[in-house]
């Protein structure tokens, strides 16, 4: 019996979250491919199993989608930081002030 290993494991994940990402969104594979600038025989190829080859490649689909490569790529969301809850009580009482702003996307 052929045991499984972390790369395996990660293929056969990004192959189950990218299909149900793509099929929640109600999107195909070209549009994607044209959204990501990505060929769309390596999508079509990602969803078959196939390994990825460009970690830049995953970033792009990651960033369409509005997920951590770490969702895509095992199904994980990353835990979220505890900053806010050690300043918790101070937020609430006001000692803090919230600025926002636009800032620029490279």
Known sequence: ???R???MIAIVTIKTTLKRLIADS???VTHLSRATKIPAQT????LAGAEPKSLTQLKKVADYFDVSLDYLCFGKEPKPKKVLNEYESEINAGIFEVVLRKVKRQ
């Open 1 to 3: 019996m052929k045991h």
């Open 5 to 7: 290993t972390p790369d």
């Open 26 to 28: 109600g999107i195909t």
């Open 43 to 46: 999508l079509h190829n990602w």
